[in-house]
């Protein structure tokens, strides 16, 4: 478990108050060929990390020096899929910053009724000896540090997609990674499942979800430890949230 990712989440506390309140998913689809809109993203972080458009990607720096905790995050507003609706989400994430999970990118989902609720599907890279790929951590009650064990696949590759889907009647979220990415059509591998209500799943922590009004926060993050990120080493392209049957 890596400081950053509670850093993270402290981002994700503040924009808390600030999103809509939406219960409805509204589709959308991002390929990052202009500025983020600020109607649709919130955008933010610590002083040397960046997320940010450029070159058809969403991309992540740091710089001109680092620390232990640099993040940046873009977390839609005022759309946020509710607890009683299937949905999906999908991104393609690139990483060659060959620092294995000192470096990493990916979604974010959340609990706005108990925003430390938290969980995060990351992409480390090829690794280069490290642990690398696709990894979730799951936290409940992000500052007592809660955390379900991790749940991982590392294919050693250093681009793929990640997606997130939850079924309105399980009430579980299921994780996929792709290892070729979308270009080539998406090819997915079931990385796991999380339970929010505590029952069931290959992981499970009750995020004390409302049954009627519940709803999820969704954004985009990623963090580097003690490392400085050049631009056009880790970005995110190909943004899809939408229904899912």
Not at 23 to 50: C, D, H, M, Q
Not at 98 to 123: H, K, M, R
Request: proline share 4%.
């Amino acid at each position: 478990m890596k400081n950053q990712i509670l850093s993270s989440g402290l981002a994700v506390i503040a924009f808390h108050y600030f999103a809509g309140t939406c219960l409805a998913l509204t589709p959308v689809r991002e390929s990052f060929n202009v500025a983020l809109n600020p109607a649709r993203w919130i955008v933010g972080g610590s002083p040397y990390a960046k997320l940010q458009q450029g070159s058809g990607r969403l991309n992540f720096t740091v710089g001109p020096t680092s620390t232990e905790e640099d993040y940046a995050s873009a977390e839609l507003y005022g759309n946020q899929p509710g607890y009683n609706e299937s949905w999906q989400v999908i991104v393609d994430v690139s990483n060659t910053a060959n620092a294995g999970d000192d470096v990493g990118a990916g979604l974010y989902i959340y609990n706005p009724s108990s925003y430390t609720n938290i969980l995060y599907f990351e992409f480390y890279g090829d690794g280069k000896g490290r642990q690398g790929g696709f990894q979730v951590s799951i936290l409940k009650d992000a500052f007592g540090n809660y955390l379900e064990p991790h749940l991982i696949n590392n294919p050693r590759v250093k681009k793929g997609s990640l997606r997130i889907t939850f079924n309105k009647t399980t009430k579980l979220i299921t994780f996929f990674c792709d290892k070729t990415g979308s270009a080539d059509g998406y090819q997915w591998k079931k990385v796991g499942t999380f339970s929010p209500t505590g029952v069931g799943g290959d992981r499970r922590l009750n995020w004390n979800m409302n049954p009627t009004t519940g709803r999820f926060g969704i954004g985009l993050e990623a963090f580097g430890d003690n490392r400085l990120v050049r631009n056009g080493r880790v970005n995110m392209d190909n943004f899809i949230l939408k229904a899912s049957k």
